[in-house]
């Protein structure tokens, strides 16, 4: 659980400054490749400065990982979507009205990791489906993970949205690589090598299949190897009352 535990460490330390100052180490792509972009993908920032990556699946309404905003006001943060590059010009920027997360979010083992947010005012841009299918419960299931994180534990943060390809694996694979993987609440997901893999600065950001969301990154170990994704399906109803 590495990556995020660094995160909380970085967010508890700004909790009581200002909304300007938030400076969150969360998980970013390793071993991926620059992405055209998606209508979806959120940068969840604050003070202009990216923390988080986010899905947008209602005009209002976001969805992220809950370890993301742990003790974050929907008045410290901004979104912003309809960009590939954090520098450029353009797209939305819309703020957060509202901060929600699942009320059986354990910090500690990132279980429930999931959290809702509330829009200021609609985005104009394409929502994610949510996986009422259950994608991610299919072992061998390719998807793809997006975001702004670090290209190497330790490494360079990129402007450039990068994505990287990864598969479903069983969650006997992450409860040996993960130690305390539960399968219910995350989806075990690994790249082709032990190098393609959400690392610092992707947390909370989307795991889909075409249109659908089907998981938000949650943690995994040093950048290096299998993921644990906060499973969407599980959670559906929930997101679901707050998505009008």
């Known amino acids: 659980m590495q990556f995020s535990s660094l995160l909380l460490l970085a967010l508890s330390a700004v909790v009581a400054a200002p909304a300007t100052e938030i400076q969150g180490e969360n998980d970013r792509i390793v ?22 990556g986010g899905t947008l699946v209602a005009p209002n309404t976001v969805v992220t990982a809950a370890h993301c905003v742990q003790g974050v006001s929907g008045g410290q943060v901004t979104v912003r979507l309809g960009i590939t590059r954090l520098s450029q010009a353009g ?57 702004w994180g670090r ?19 069983s969650n006997s694979r992450c409860q040996s690589s993960l130690g305390g993987f539960n399968g ?21 950001g989307p795991l889909f299949v075409g249109n659908t969301l089907i998981g938000a990154v949650s943690y995994g170990n040093a950048c290096r190897g299998d993921s644990a994704f906060t499973r969407v399906n599980t959670y559906i109803n929930w997101i679901n009352q707050y998505k009008n």
């Open 184 to 204: 219910q609440a995350s989806i075990c997901m690994q790249g082709a090598t032990a190098t393609q893999t959400p690392c610092n600065g992707d947390s909370g």
């Open 31 to 52: 071993g991926g490749r620059p992405s055209g972009g998606y209508s979806f993908m959120v940068s969840l920032q604050s003070g202009g400065r990216h923390f988080c």
């Open 151 to 169: 290209l190497s534990n330790g490494g360079q943060s990129p402007d450039q949205l990068m994505e990287v390809d990864l598969k479903v694996a």
């Open 91 to 147: 797209g939305e920027t819309i703020r957060a009205s509202q901060i929600i997360s699942h009320p059986s979010f354990n910090a500690q083992r990132l279980v429930n990791d999931i959290a809702v947010i509330k829009l200021s005012t609609p985005s104009r841009a394409a929502p994610a489906n949510l996986d009422t299918s259950n994608i991610g419960a299919q072992v061998g299931t390719a998807a793809i993970n997006s975001g």
